[in-house]
Structures are given as structure tokens and as C-alpha cells.
């Protein structure tokens, strides 16, 4: 049974997808069978992995039941995806028995033995397709970047975190708060820290010992349809993330001795 992660904040630009893919590659280069799934109508996940054609099924035609969920499964050289384009940004309009907030759930069934982990990508919205991804997950990992309007409207995630904690998800753990475009040199980053180290308290996880730096390898490699990986493992900000996705499995691994 797969272990599933969904990538969350709903602050855009903050490092979601870029983050998404290096757990999905990352975690595929340990030899770990992947399935990547976007729930951004933006649809950059299958850029970070390697998603050659543009046009393809969707997650959204295997949400809506018009193909099972293995034909709308895409292949790339790194795992497996359902990506997502602009249609999606209807929103989850789609006709299922069930509480629509476990459309996504009852979609993957079929395939979650198929896969060691599944990562999910989501928009910049706490909405109906965020809550389905929460609902079938059994961690959270939120990226923030480290500047001071990142922390505004975190209590709202908080909130949504504990509504569905309370209702449909009570097994739900955020793994930790993931630091991206830190600057250890800079006061800025380290008040960053310090807030992220509280809000962390307050809904029971970590900042991630790793944090991400910037480089210019994490923006460019999705253009070559590389991972940040096998495109320029040498840059200092591919190197966090590879500190990050060991802590990941690091962290997954003493939360199931626990
Ligand atoms: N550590 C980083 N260093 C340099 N550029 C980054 C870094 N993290 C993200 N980016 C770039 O910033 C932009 C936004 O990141 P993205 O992962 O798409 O954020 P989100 O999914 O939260 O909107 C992208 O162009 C991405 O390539
Ligand atoms: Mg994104």
C-alpha cells in the first residue's frame, strides 16, 4: 500500500511543484515506484517530470470516471503521473456517488498497491481539490518560502488542517514545514525560521532540518525535461533537496516504528 504525500500551501509560488517533483524523482531514484498526481490546473508537475506531449488524458477524465484510472496514467522516465491541464480548473463539477471530498480516494482505490509512494500537487487554494487530496493522504508537507508574507494566512491552514483532522482524515500527520529560498546569511531568513519553528509547534510537526537555498538549476531543469537531479546535482539547492527527500524517508520510516 502506498504511502501518500500531499504537497500543500495556498500561497503560490512558494515551491509546491518544484518540491512535488523532487520528492517524486527523488524518491524514484531510491528505486521506489512513484505516482505523481497534479491537481494544479496549472499543470507544471508533468514539466518537472519529464511529461513529454502536452496532450494526453488528465486526472481529470480518471475524477470523473470517463476512463479508469491506469488509462488516464501517463509514463516518464522518472514514475508515473496523472497531470493535469487547465480543465481542471472547473473544479471537481463531476458527477459521483460519494461525499465529494473523496472523489480522489475513491478514484486511485484501484491503483494505490500498485505504488511505494504517491505525491500530490495541489493549487494555491485551500478548495474542494485540495480537501480530497488531504482526505487521502497520510502526510502533509508544506513548502514556505522565507519571507515574512509567507507566514500570512498560515492560521487558515491550520484550520483546515484540524477540520480535517476532525471529520475525514483523523490519521492525517504533517510531516514538517519545508523552508525553500532560505538564506542562512540574512536576518529575514532566520525570523522566518524562528515563525515557522512556532506555527510548526502549534499543529504538531518540524521545520525540516533541511532547507532549500535558490538556484538557478531548480528553475531551468524543467525545461530540459530533466529532474533537478540528473540535470545539475553539483547545485547547492539540488543537494538541499536531496538532504530533504533522505529526511523525508528518514522521517516515514521512525513515524511507522513509532
Ligand atoms: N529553490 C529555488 N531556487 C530557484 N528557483 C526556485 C526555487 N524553488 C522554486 N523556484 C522557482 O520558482 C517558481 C515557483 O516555484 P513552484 O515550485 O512552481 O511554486 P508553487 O508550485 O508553489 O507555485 C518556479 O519557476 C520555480 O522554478
Ligand atoms: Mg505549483
Do not use: W
Given at each position: 500500500?502506498?504511502?501518500?504525500?500531499?504537497?500543500?500551501?495556498?500561497?503560490?509560488?512558494?515551491?509546491?511543484?518544484?518540491?512535488?517533483?523532487?520528492?517524486?524523482?527523488?524518491?524514484?531514484?531510491?528505486?521506489?515506484?512513484?505516482?505523481?498526481?497534479?491537481?494544479?490546473?496549472?499543470?507544471?508537475?508533468?514539466?518537472?517530470?519529464?511529461?513529454?506531449?502536452?496532450?494526453?488524458?488528465?486526472?481529470?477524465?480518471?475524477?470523473?470516471?470517463?476512463?479508469?484510472?491506469r488509462?488516464?496514467?501517463?509514463?516518464?522516465?522518472?514514475?508515473?503521473?496523472?497531470?493535469?491541464?487547465?480543465?481542471?480548473?472547473?473544479?471537481?463539477?463531476?458527477?459521483?456517488?460519494?461525499?465529494?471530498?473523496?472523489?480522489?480516494?475513491?478514484?486511485?482505490?484501484?491503483?494505490?498497491n500498485?505504488?511505494?509512494?504517491?505525491?500530490?500537487?495541489?493549487?494555491?487554494?485551500?478548495?474542494?481539490?485540495?480537501?480530497?487530496?488531504?482526505?487521502?493522504?497520510?502526510?502533509?508537507?508544506?513548502?514556505?518560502?522565507?519571507?515574512?508574507?509567507?507566514?500570512?494566512?498560515?492560521?487558515?491552514?491550520?484550520e483546515?488542517?484540524?477540520?480535517?483532522?476532525a471529520?475525514?482524515?483523523?490519521?492525517?500527520?504533517v510531516?514538517?514545514?519545508?523552508?525553500?529560498?532560505?538564506?542562512?546569511?540574512?536576518?529575514?531568513?532566520?525570523?522566518?525560521?524562528?515563525?515557522?519553528?512556532?506555527?510548526?509547534?502549534?499543529?504538531?510537526?518540524?521545520?525540516?532540518?533541511?532547507?532549500?537555498?535558490?538556484?538557478?538549476?531548480?528553475?531551468?531543469?524543467?525545461?530540459?525535461?530533466?529532474?533537478?537531479?540528473?540535470?545539475?546535482?553539483?547545485?547547492?539547492?539540488?543537494?538541499?533537496?536531496?538532504?530533504?527527500?533522505?529526511?523525508?524517508?528518514g522521517?516515514?520510516?521512525?513515524?511507522?516504528?513509532?
Open positions: 500500500m502506498a504511502t501518500i504525500i500531499t504537497v500543500s500551501n495556498q500561497k503560490g509560488g512558494v515551491g509546491k511543484t518544484t518540491t512535488s517533483g523532487a520528492l517524486a524523482t527523488g524518491l524514484a531514484a531510491e528505486g521506489k515506484k512513484i505516482l505523481g498526481i497534479d491537481l494544479d490546473p496549472q499543470g507544471n508537475l508533468g514539466f518537472c517530470l519529464g511529461l513529454e506531449a502536452t496532450n494526453g488524458p488528465t486526472v481529470l477524465d480518471a475524477l470523473k470516471g470517463k476512463l479508469p484510472v488509462e488516464a496514467i501517463r509514463h516518464t522516465e522518472y514514475c508515473d503521473i496523472l497531470s493535469s491541464d487547465i480543465t481542471l480548473s472547473n473544479g471537481l463539477n463531476v458527477e459521483r456517488s460519494g461525499p465529494r471530498e473523496c472523489i480522489l480516494r475513491t478514484t486511485i482505490e484501484p491503483v494505490i500498485d505504488y511505494d509512494y504517491i505525491i500530490i500537487d495541489t493549487p494555491p487554494a485551500l478548495n474542494l481539490l485540495t480537501v480530497n487530496a488531504y482526505a487521502v493522504s497520510d502526510y502533509l508537507v508544506i513548502p514556505m518560502a522565507s519571507d515574512i508574507l509567507s507566514l500570512v494566512g498560515l492560521s487558515q491552514l491550520k483546515t488542517i484540524d477540520g480535517i483532522r471529520s475525514l482524515n483523523p490519521g492525517l500527520k510531516l514538517g514545514i519545508l523552508l525553500t529560498r532560505f538564506n542562512a546569511r540574512t536576518l529575514l531568513s532566520r525570523d522566518v525560521l524562528e515563525m515557522a519553528q512556532q506555527l510548526a509547534g502549534q499543529i504538531d510537526t518540524v521545520v525540516f532540518d533541511a532547507k532549500i537555498r535558490t538556484g538557478v538549476a531548480i528553475a531551468e531543469a524543467p525545461a530540459h525535461g530533466e529532474s533537478i537531479f540528473d540535470y545539475n546535482p553539483r547545485s547547492s539547492a539540488v543537494q538541499d533537496y536531496q538532504e530533504f527527500v533522505q529526511e523525508v524517508i522521517r516515514i520510516n521512525s513515524a511507522k516504528e513509532a
